[in-house]
């Protein structure tokens, strides 16, 4: 069966210090993997998505970025983090057969950037 | 931008009442999911309706979709204090990538 795993679970970061957050999907190859953050009581905002090993698409312009260097393997990081990073990060995978793409969520990352 | 738009944005009800949650979209779509989230969770997929449905069924859950007035409802019939959670709309755009909603925040009081 599929799983997909985060961490760290919470993190508190000063502003200006960097981030990297991992996001690795065991039990099915060539996944479509995507970060979402959601900021408290709202709904999911979808940042980056791949659909292939070097292969991101960025939705939003921002601090952050995202790397694939491994098929299962989906990286958010930031080289300098500013308070309004705070949030909570989700990743997500789907099959790559686009008409069935129900995703399927890790269990998210809290970031507090004080 | 979000393409789903919940509403209510909050719904607090008794246990054994039947909870409504509507989504309204704006462009045509491939399919339409609704997805759960308890607090400080991550999401799980709950129903999926494609475009060409107009009514799905799963256990206590009945999802309607009505394309020409691009809106969407979940009813969970008999619901209970476990069912106390945030419900997402997510559209699959023909030609964009999904898009959830702001959700709706069910509580069930016991």
């Known amino acids: 069966s599929q799983t997909i795993h985060q961490w760290p679970a919470t993190l508190v970061q000063p502003v200006g210090s960097p981030l990297s957050l991992e996001c690795t999907v065991e039990g099915t190859s060539n996944p479509n993997l995507y970060w979402y953050r959601q900021a408290a009581g709202r709904g999911l905002q979808l940042l980056f998505y791949s659909v292939g090993i070097g292969q991101i698409s960025s939705e939003v312009p921002q601090n952050l970025s995202a790397s694939r260097p491994q098929d299962r393997q989906f990286i958010l990081s930031s080289k300098k983090l500013l308070l309004s990073d705070s949030g909570f990060y989700l990743c997500?995978?789907?099959?790559?057969?686009?008409?069935?793409?129900?995703?399927?969520f890790g269990p998210g990352t809290r970031l507090t950037v004080l | 931008s979000q393409q789903g738009e919940e509403d209510p944005q909050a719904l607090s009800i008794q246990e054994g009442e039947n909870a409504t949650m509507n989504c309204s979209y704006k462009t045509s779509i491939n399919n339409l999911q609704w997805y759960r989230q308890n607090s400080g969770r991550g999401l799980v997929h709950l129903i999926l309706i494609r475009s060409n449905e107009r009514e799905k069924h799963s256990g206590r859950l009945r999802v309607t979709l009505d394309t020409s007035k691009k809106s969407s409802s979940l009813l969970i019939t008999a619901s209970r204090a476990a069912d106390t959670a945030s419900y997402f709309c997510?559209?699959?755009?023909?030609?964009?990538?999904?898009?959830f909603g702001a959700g709706t925040r069910l509580t069930v009081k016991p």
């Open positions: 997510a559209t699959d755009a023909k030609g964009g990538d999904m898009r």
């Open positions: 997500a995978w789907s099959g790559t057969r686009r008409v069935h793409n129900e995703q399927f």
